[in-house]
């Protein structure tokens, strides 16, 4: 009972110190019953911790945590980034690409944007200007992905072959197989 006054003292003294604190302890704190008692002004008046005090006593109180879920959304393209990105030459004859090993990640900040390909495959354009192919697993269609994809960051900000899962706006979710650079063929 001792420690639970010290903390009530401790909260009214640092409410009076700093007004926006009472503010947010009413926001933290939420009483069991509140429907049925009046609202409780923790504002701090000339009584200061004793009124503080006096009104955290009444009833039962409960801790709220509140968490943050952050997502981070890649679209088919920025126009003001994409603009950067050399329009297709006016070629007749289609440019051919090859596959190169690259590591099995990518770095999220990297993605300028994407674009599916035929089948189960993303095209993923880099801020570099490099082109990524990214194969998605076998139950995954790439179609799927036309306005983009979603992923929850990791720690170390990369998006890695066999360990992200990437959501689409149209509810497809799906695991990346395969990453590798494509470069023309000279």
């Known amino acids: 009972m001792k420690s639970r006054w010290r ?20 926001a933290l704190f939420v009483p069991e019953a509140a429907e049925s008692q009046a609202p409780v002004d923790v504002a701090p008046t000339h009584g200061g911790a004793q009124s503080l005090a006096g009104a955290l006593s009444d009833g039962d109180w409960h801790q709220v945590r509140i968490e943050q879920h952050l997502i981070i959304r890649i679209t088919p393209g920025d126009p003001a980034v994409m603009r950067d990105v050399p329009p297709p030459a006016p070629e007749p004859l289609p440019v051919r690409l090859r596959e190169r090993r690259i590591p099995p990640c990518v770095a999220v900040a990297a993605i300028a944007g994407v674009r599916p390909l035929a089948g189960d495959r993303l095209l993923l354009i880099m801020r570099d200007h490099r082109l990524v192919g990214a194969d998605l697993s076998r139950t995954c269609a790439a179609r799927d992905f036309y306005m983009g994809f979603y992923v929850t960051p990791t720690a170390d900000g990369q998006l890695c072959a066999g360990r992200d899962t990437i959501h689409s706006r149209a509810g497809a979710t799906c695991t990346i197989g395969q990453i590798r650079e494509l470069v023309p063929v000279n």
């Open 7 to 26: 903390f009530l003292i401790a909260v009214g003294l640092a409410a009076l110190l700093l007004p926006g604190g009472a503010i947010a302890l009413g």
